[in-house]
Nanobody
Framework: QVQLMEDGGGLVQPGGTLRLSCVAS????????MAWYRQAPGKQRELVAI???????NYADSVKGRFTISRDNAKNTIYLEMNSLKPEDTAVYSC?????????WGQGTQVTVSS
């Protein structure tokens, strides 16, 4: 069993920067991959970025060059550094962790990009 807790969301102006964090607890040794998803009103949930246990990464085309996912295994934490934010980045951002038992979700944190 894995528990996930996100932090770092908020209101930011276009062009601004936010850093999200997600701390995992429980059976953290069983985690294969961790990822950030987002869901905007009226849209399907979208994979933003994913990171493996050895820190290989993949990004959605819409955030390449602007967002960076990273992992600190000693702290059981992943981060999402979001730069050059756009209004279309507004969404609830949720942390996900995959294990052999299944996938786990955090509660989500709201990111709003508006002037």
């Amino acid at each position: 069993q894995v528990q996930l807790m996100e932090d770092g969301g908020g209101l930011v102006q276009p062009g601004g920067t936010l850093r999200l964090s997600c701390v995992a607890s429980g059976s953290v040794f069983d985690i294969y991959n961790m990822a950030w998803y987002r869901q905007a009103p009226g849209k399907q949930r979208e994979l933003v970025a994913i990171i493996s246990r050895v820190s290989t990464t993949n990004y959605a085309d819409s955030v390449k060059g602007r967002f960076t996912i990273s992992r600190d295994n000693a702290k059981n934490t992943i981060y999402l550094e979001m730069n050059s934010l756009k209004p279309e980045d507004t969404a609830v951002y949720s942390c996900w962790a995959g294990t052999m038992r299944g996938g786990y979700w955090g509660q989500g944190t709201q990111v709003t990009v508006s002037s």
